[in-house]
């Protein structure tokens, strides 16, 4: 009996539900529901593409933060996943995942303890620098510790947030990584995030080419000093038919490919039905809670339950057609029906696509997982939170 209840508690309040047919409908909510088969679908699509194009594909764990589709993308190619965070980073390594790039630099001296405490044998954690200063003060440490710790050049495209963003600090800033003991020169980091939600494609096109002539430019300049990147990595959802032609990375860092939400499918993502070939996995469900106002109802699903950084959600399922979305406080959210005479009874299962996944995500303990309306099992989001 005790272990029964521990693997409740590990499953969250729907675990009995798992396996049962109708349990879908049964779901304490609000509840993040992950449709298997688009999923799986969407995973290998984006696998077949870059391997299509010769690049090797490192998903963007920020997404999903789950250690089970993190495994299930490597099963499927990739060989290893990004994480945004050290946080992230040391959840995915507790579960088992063993190669992994941390995206934004690592600065502190509590984080860099923690770093250098996940490097271990048959573990590769590897991590960007912007900044000599940094990168020399990293690799004191790593030395001192005994470690080697692989790095990459975070390569500022334009966005402004973090990388070098001249040819002439990428090389002042990679002599210093070549020169210093405890670090080693593995390749430079191009993201280029503001970018990845321009909805027209020529219009991306346009900005993102520009963006990745200077990266051309940068790789040149490396390899005439003997230092071409072994590896470089970036990208998103966003540009990967633009990465798949333009063949500059090595490594491909989508990430929300894999669920889609109200964002990504406001952008053209190509040309051609291959270049969009992404569908919606990742659903909220919800409970009308009150009814009481003719033409709207109130859902379990407010401010707490999505992030409010993008659009608002967009009603999936469970609703007439024609229904919208607002946000009603912390824990409520407001549908809007059609018609005054439109209405759901208490109790009715609501379905909604999130607007931003990778901040909602972040906001749950919990993926549902569900294969032809039966709940197959429950995945936890362990790296979710900041620290």
């Avoid at 990293?138 to 966005?159: E, I, T």
């Avoid at 001249?166 to 970018?195: F, K, P």
């Avoid at 219009?203 to 000093?225: C, H, M, N, P, W």
Wanted: charged share 20%; proline share 4%.
């Amino acid at each position: 009996m005790q272990k029964v209840e521990i693997s409740h508690r590990l499953a969250g309040p729907n675990a009995r539900l798992i396996g049962k047919p109708g349990g879908l409908l049964e779901l304490t909510t609000p509840a993040l529901v992950l449709d298997l088969e688009t999923f799986e679908r969407n995973m290998r699509t984006y696998q077949h593409q870059v391997n299509l194009h010769g690049l090797k594909a490192r998903p963007h764990a920020k997404s999903h933060k789950c250690p089970e589709i993190a495994r299930r993308q490597i099963a499927a190619g990739a060989v290893g996943v990004c994480t945004a965070s050290l946080h992230e980073a040391e959840a995915f390594v507790r579960h088992g995942i063993n190669n992994i790039l941390i995206t934004s630099p690592v600065i502190g001296a509590g984080k860099l303890d923690r770093l250098l405490q996940l490097l271990a044998p048959g573990i590769s954690v590897a991590v960007v620098v912007d900044d000599q200063e940094r990168a020399a003060s990293m690799a004191a440490a790593a030395h001192r510790s005994g470690q080697v710790l692989d790095v990459l050049l975070d390569v500022d495209l334009g966005m402004g947030r973090t990388g070098v963003s001249s040819i002439e600090s990428a090389l002042q800033l990679v002599n210093v990584v070549c020169d210093a003991e405890g670090i080693s020169y593995r390749g430079i980091q191009a993201y280029s995030g503001s970018v990845q939600h321009i909805v027209d494609f020529a219009a991306r096109d346009d900005v993102y080419t520009g963006q990745l002539r200077f990266l051309s430019e940068l790789i040149t300049a490396l390899d005439k000093r003997g230092l071409k990147p072994p590896t470089v990595t970036g990208g998103g959802t966003g540009t990967l038919a633009l990465d798949c032609r333009e063949s500059i990375l090595t490594e491909h860092q989508g990430g929300s490919y894999i669920f889609m939400d109200v964002e990504y499918g406001a952008v053209t993502l190509g040309t051609n039905d291959a270049d969009a070939a992404f569908a919606t996995s990742l659903f909220l469900h919800s409970t009308v809670i009150s009814k009481n106002v003719p033409g709207t109802a109130t859902i379990d699903a407010g401010l707490k339950s999505f992030a409010t950084d993008g659009p608002l959600p967009r009603v999936s399922d469970g609703a007439p057609a024609g229904t919208t979305y607002a946000f009603f406080g912390d824990e409520h959210g407001r549908l809007t029906f059609p018609t005054l005479t439109h209405g759901l009874p208490l109790g009715s299962s609501v379905a909604l696509v999130t607007p931003h996944c990778d901040p909602t995500v972040n906001l749950h303990d919990y993926l549902h997982v569900v294969r032809n309306n039966t709940i197959v099992d429950i995945w936890e989001i362990a790296g979710r939170g900041v620290l």
